[in-house]
């Protein structure tokens, strides 16, 4: 089987989709056909033995539309050195833009000639001055025949809908177009028909005759159906072009160059000319074209177009960067791994256009209605005209009635109210970092009871952290204690001794050397530091090593292990020798602490289960932790009901049971182990999944790894079903009040009618309307995620002063004078200044641009010794350092560059 896109032209409503879609289906070898109205283009699959392009073209042009396959036009594209999606988006927006150009010429030139005929046929109504060569009874021939030639013109301007309409009429595919022609064209017949009866009037000096068609004649109502049709028509071409503006969007957001390493030397290429392995240099306000890893330097990346992230976020050496985010800040050289149409941002591109070409279910009614919706149309209007006839009405009447159904009927307005709202809302979502992959899923998004999510990596961050750092031996301050306990798990790879390292330095502290470290399997750690043993692990394993059920303080030990185990937390133990003459360590062993580690919630997960909650949709947490962290887990965050011990073969199991008990389930996993769960959901989402976008597995992916965006999708989808039920409303409301209205229904007890002028009018407007109303959809505001509010206050307001901590000397080991620093064990002892007089430096940097360069800035400087206090502006891109000691301007200016600005002068404040 083979799936290949198709370029379709000539399709102006939802009956020529289902046209379109009906006759390719009815080909042999074709299993499935999708085709898009708002893109004008579509998706065949089709057996390669059974039916080629050639038939699948033929077939459509047999109906009265035109097709060619999309690959066909990239290969001619390619050989002027232009390829991707992006060259397909770009010949699509020129056709777009191409077909609104030649309806806006349509449109004035239909007007300019619609004024004098209006004026000639309709302005002694209106009581204008109109020539005397029009007026009277012995002019009526001569304003006759000049109606007639000025109408001839617009329909010749607007042939369009008679060579679609009538060729869609004759191989039995009536559309849109085929009422329009009718309708203009039955007008048009009988204005000649008049002519005609008032040439024999004449002949035969019935001025009776003459006088009674020189009112019915119906040109400027041919015009005027063709002309206001274009205005719709015109108006709806440029609301279209607006549905995909956030595609198009992500499309310009693709660099245009890159400079790559040819040589050794640095040479500006045209992005698409990249290759996987190139070495690309970027700068300060580039833009990444191809996605890659750093291979030198480090930057500052603006993410926020790709995944919405507001605050630049570090990279450097080994990191990965995406394609089409911005460095705002160092220079860095990275190796091309994802180029082309494997580069992240074109599979965003692609996948948000699929997802807008595809069918929500709700959309399947108006296409069942739209595919026969014409020929009703055709049969109530031949009708229409039959009852007024057997009524008595007069043969004008009843011709006027018929004509009003057929131009009043609208389908667009049926095929419009689904697709482009679809479109709109993946349009939107994406914008927020939220890939949708098909119109069923943002559908389906709306109507979930249950969420489903899996804790590691998706309630918590996924990496264990130090969470509690419990000082139990006097000897030790927090901060030396907590150094001390880095030092010695230095050596070790185990992530919980990982967790304890990247606190330390978190903290700015200085961490000792460690020698003769020892590892004991899964179990703990035996390390010297300062020249004491230290011990650190589990309990069984400090049992084994110095009986700690036998110290006088283990009752404490032992209730702060089950306080903190009761929260889900991880408790490490670290004891401490007098000194390291003792090979087992054991001699004068203390307990000196605990540090308890644990996989922290990310700072998103509470507001967004507290929004589920809310919105009416029941939380379930899914872990294979035991139950005791699940429970911890649950009472933090609020959870309704939490499943603990679950393989991640069982998964799927659980979430199968819960929807044999009626539930409709979303399940929100890392995309990977989860991905049997994922599929079986009724909708699958993968967060935090960054450059694997692809994740077959998954239904939306979310870019970012805040479980807040699951919220703003929910509410997307929410909104997007709304407007479109309030689309389908109004435009089968339209439909089911106009056409009984046309075809007469109110005028035996009202006298009210509708001409086929205001027919068409009515007509037009509805499309203008679904369409517009669809747009209101671009105005969607995501609520702001807590988390990353707060985040950003944080990095704007930290003011951290401290982030050399003091590790003072134990009494058992006398250090040196506190001026000193302490090489053996890396802690630094400032001198009591606090009798010593403050002053005030003002550093100008220049290279901030945000928040986060300002906290970068203002940390550096607050690790310079002697600096007490700093205040860094970024308005006024200045650092001001209050100093408890004599500090050199060099050293201040230093530690900025180091940072990756430019300091650009130091001065006394």
């Keep these: 089987m083979k799936t290949e896109k198709y370029n379709v032209t000539g399709m102006t409503c939802a009956a020529c989709q289902a046209n379109v879609t009906r006759c390719v289906s009815k080909l042999s070898g074709v299993s499935e056909v999708n085709v898009s109205l708002l893109s004008n283009n579509m998706t065949v699959t089709y057996d390669e033995n059974a039916v080629t392009e050639g038939d699948i073209c033929q077939a459509v042009s047999r109906i009265g539309y035109g097709a060619s396959p999309v690959e066909q036009d990239h290969a001619q594209k390619d050989a002027k050195g232009k390829s991707g999606f992006g060259k397909e988006w770009q010949d699509r927006q020129d056709r777009t833009l191409q077909n609104q150009k030649a309806m806006k010429t349509r449109l004035i030139s239909s007007i300019l000639i619609l004024v004098p005929l209006m004026y000639i046929a309709m302005g002694h109504m209106m009581g204008l001055p109109v020539p005397g060569i029009f007026m009277g009874e012995e002019n009526a021939l001569i304003s006759a025949l000049t109606q007639l030639f000025l109408t001839i013109p617009v329909l010749f301007i607007n042939r369009r809908f008679f060579q679609v309409g009538f060729k869609a009429l004759i191989n039995r595919a009536p559309n849109m177009d085929s009422l329009v022609a009718v309708g203009s064209s039955a007008a048009f017949l009988y204005g000649i028909f008049a002519i005609y009866r008032m040439s024999w009037g004449f002949g035969h000096n019935d001025r009776e005759l003459v006088h009674h068609y020189a009112h019915q004649l119906y040109f400027e109502s041919a015009a005027m159906i063709l002309t206001l049709v274009t205005v719709g028509?015109?108006?709806?071409?440029?609301?279209?072009?607006?549905?995909?503006?956030?595609?198009?969007?992500?499309?310009?957001?693709?660099?245009?160059?890159?400079?790559?390493?040819?040589?050794?030397?640095?040479?500006?290429?045209?992005?698409?000319?990249?290759?996987?392995?190139?070495?690309?240099?970027?700068?300060?306000?580039?833009?990444?074209?191809v996605d890659g890893v750093i291979t030198e330097g480090n930057g500052f990346l603006d993410q926020s177009a790709i995944t919405g992230e507001s605050i630049p976020v570090e990279k450097g050496e080994g990191d990965t960067i995406i394609s089409a985010t911005i460095n705002k800040n160092g220079s860095f050289r990275f190796r091309a791994s994802r180029v082309g149409d494997d580069t992240t941002l074109a599979q965003i591109i692609r996948l948000v256009d699929e997802a807008g070409n595809t069918k929500a279910p709700i959309a399947r009614l108006a296409?069942?209605?739209?595919?026969?919706?014409?020929p009703t149309v055709i049969a109530i209007a031949i009708l229409t005209a039959i009852?007024?006839?057997?009524?008595?009405?007069?043969?004008?009447?009843?011709?006027?009635?018929?004509?009003?159904?057929?131009?009043?009927?609208?389908?667009?307005?049926?095929?419009?109210?689904?697709?482009?709202a679809i479109m709109v809302g993946t349009g939107k979502a994406a914008e927020y970092g939220i890939l949708i992959k098909s119109a069923e899923s943002l559908e389906n998004l709306h109507s979930i009871d249950t969420i489903v999510l899996d804790k590691t990596g998706t309630i918590t961050s996924g990496h264990?952290?130090?969470?509690?750092?419990?000082?139990?031996?006097?000897?030790?301050?927090?901060?030396?204690?907590?150094?001390?306990?880095?030092?010695?798990?230095?050596?070790?790879?185990?992530?919980?001794?990982?967790?304890?390292?990247?606190?330390?330095r978190a903290e700015g502290l200085r961490i000792p050397a460690a020698k003769d470290f020892t590892a004991v399997s899964g179990r703990g750690i035996r390390a010297e530091v300062n020249g004491r043993i230290w011990h650190a692990g589990n309990p069984a394993y400090m049992e084994e090593v110095l009986a700690i059920s036998q110290m006088p303080e283990y009752a404490r030990i032992q209730a702060e292990m089950d306080r903190l185990a009761g929260q889900g937390k991880t408790p490490l133990l670290f004891s401490c020798t007098e000194n390291a003459d003792d090979a087992s360590g054991s001699a004068g062993s203390r307990i000196a602490g605990i540090i308890a580690v644990a996989d922290t919630v990310r700072p998103s997960s509470a507001a967004a289960i507290k929004a589920f909650r809310e919105m009416g949709v029941h939380v379930v947490m899914l872990t294979g932790d035991n139950r005791l962290t699940a429970s911890a887990i649950q009472k933090q965050l609020g959870i309704e009901e939490a499943i603990s011990d679950v393989l991640p073969t069982q998964k799927e199991e659980k979430i199968r049971a819960l929807q044999e008990k009626g539930h409709k389930i979303a399940m929100v996993g890392d995309g990977i182990n989860d991905a049997p769960a994922l599929t079986r959901a009724d909708i699958g989402i993968a967060i935090g999944a960054g450059t694997d976008i692809a994740i077959d597995s998954a239904d939306v992916v979310l870019m970012k790894d805040s479980l807040y965006d699951v919220v703003t999708a929910i509410r997307l989808s929410r909104s997007v079903i709304r407007n479109i039920r309030m689309n389908l409303f109004w435009a089968f409301f339209y439909n089911i009040l106009g056409i009984p209205v046309a075809a007469g229904a109110l005028f035996p007890a009202f006298g009210l009618r509708l001409s086929p002028m205001i027919g068409s009018a009515a007509m037009s407007l509805s499309s203008v309307c679904v369409v517009t109303n669809a747009l209101r959809l671009r105005f969607f505001?995501?609520?702001?995620?807590?988390?990353?509010?707060?985040?950003?206050?944080?990095?704007?307001?930290?003011?951290?002063?401290?982030?050399?901590?003091?590790?003072?000397?134990?009494?058992?080991?006398?250090?040196?004078?506190?001026?000193?620093?302490?090489?053996?064990?890396?802690?630094?002892?400032?001198?009591?200044?606090?009798?010593?007089?403050?002053?005030?430096?003002?550093?100008?940097?220049?290279?901030?641009?945000?928040?986060?360069?300002?906290?970068?800035?203002?940390?550096?400087?607050?690790?310079?010794?002697?600096?007490?206090?700093?205040?860094?502006?970024?308005?006024?891109?200045?650092?001001?350092?209050?100093?408890?000691?004599?500090v050199p301007d060099q050293v201040l200016m230093d530690a900025v560059t180091e940072a990756g600005y430019t300091p650009v002068g130091c001065r006394m404040a």
């Design 367 to 374: 296409d069942k209605v739209s595919g026969v919706f014409v």
């Design 233 to 289: 028509k015109y108006l709806e071409a440029r609301s279209k072009s607006k549905t995909s503006d956030a595609l198009g969007k992500l499309v310009d957001l693709a660099p245009k160059t890159a400079v790559v390493v040819k040589n050794g030397e640095e040479v500006t290429i045209p992005a698409e000319q990249v290759m996987a392995g190139d070495i690309v240099v970027i700068r300060p306000g580039m833009s990444i074209p």
């Design 387 to 420: 009852v007024w006839l057997i009524a008595g009405a007069g043969f004008e009447f009843a011709l006027s009635c018929a004509i009003s159904v057929l131009v009043i009927s609208c389908p667009c307005a049926l095929g419009l109210a689904t697709p482009v």
């Design 464 to 504: 264990p952290s130090v969470t509690d750092v419990i000082v139990l031996d006097d000897r030790f301050a927090e901060k030396q204690f907590l150094a001390l306990a880095a030092a010695a798990e230095a050596g070790s790879e185990h992530p919980l001794a990982q967790a304890v390292v990247e606190k330390a």
């Design 781 to 886: 505001k995501a609520d702001a995620d807590p988390a990353a509010q707060d985040a950003a206050h944080g990095a704007a307001q930290d003011t951290t002063h401290d982030a050399t901590q003091e590790l003072p000397n134990t009494p058992e080991q006398p250090g040196p004078p506190a001026s000193h620093i302490n090489t053996q064990n890396g802690c630094s002892v400032q001198p009591d200044l606090k009798g010593e007089k403050e002053m005030t430096k003002v550093i100008s940097v220049d290279g901030m641009m945000c928040a986060h360069c300002q906290a970068h800035v203002q940390k550096a400087l607050a690790a310079v010794d002697g600096v007490s206090a700093v205040d860094v502006s970024l308005e006024n891109k200045e650092a001001t350092v209050t100093l408890s000691g004599d």
